[in-house]
T-cell receptor, first 114, second 111 residues
């Protein structure tokens, strides 16, 4: 039962262009969503989060969009840089329901071509 | 400011053995969560410790147990190891509702 899905295992983007990573969820109790980046041999690094009371959150080159009715979120990276090449995980949590665990997707490997 | 530290980095065990993994949280964090990440998968929640008690548990058997110490550090114990327990074990720490910060993990291989 995959409650958080990242349907694209990989994505290649040219340097300077926009990278769009997608994530779908099925549990309507989720109210907090996060994106993590993971380099090989390192732990996941927190990138950006969004609460369900918002539909957009920006932090520098990273923007997360949340569409609650579609149960869909996306991460936009503009402009993409070679150092952004990594595996990106989306995660969801239900903080208001007292659920502290994060449910992760299977990840999308982003490759930014110079 | 040290982040989340985990030890050991790598570990090789045989089936049936027991293992203990250790985690020191980031300074200022009081909550520790453990995750298992199999190859090609996302991290799966094992359990979370807060105030030295298990606050929430994922879908893992009782062979997986943990502990949190008064200094907020934590241990993950796995008994009767199975081949399927081979994975990267990640520790994450947090404070209140802030995002969890992860360590670099312990790679456990079962022969």
């Amino acid at each position: 039962d995959q409650q958080v899905k990242q349907n694209s295992p990989s994505l290649s983007v040219q340097e300077g262009r926009i990278s769009i990573l997608n994530c779908d969820y099925t549990n309507s109790m989720f109210d907090y969503f996060l994106w993590y980046k993971k380099y090989p041999a390192e732990g996941p690094t927190f990138l950006i989060s969004i609460s369900s009371i918002k539909d957009k959150n920006e932090d520098g080159r990273f923007t997360v969009f949340l569409n609650k009715s579609a149960k869909h979120l996306s991460l936009h990276i503009v402009p993409s840089q070679p150092g952004d090449s990594a595996v990106y995980f989306c995660a969801a949590s239900g903080t208001t329901s007292g659920t502290y665990k994060y449910i992760f997707g299977t990840g999308t490997r982003l490759k930014v071509l110079a | 400011d040290a982040g989340v530290t985990q030890s050991p980095t790598h570990l090789i065990k045989t089936r049936g053995q027991q293992v203990t993994l250790r985690c020191s949280p980031k300074s200022g964090h009081d909550t520790v969560s453990w995750y298992q990440q199999a190859l090609g998968q996302g991290p799966q929640f094992i359990f979370q410790y807060y105030e030295e008690e298990e606050r929430q548990r994922g879908n893992f058997p009782d062979r997986f147990s943990g502990h949190q110490f008064p200094n907020y550090s934590s241990e993950l114990n796995v008994n009767a190891l199975l081949l399927g327990d081979s994975a990267l074990y990640l520790c994450a720490s947090s404070f209140y509702e802030q995002p969890q910060h992860f360590g670099d993990g312990t790679r456990l291989s079962i022969l």
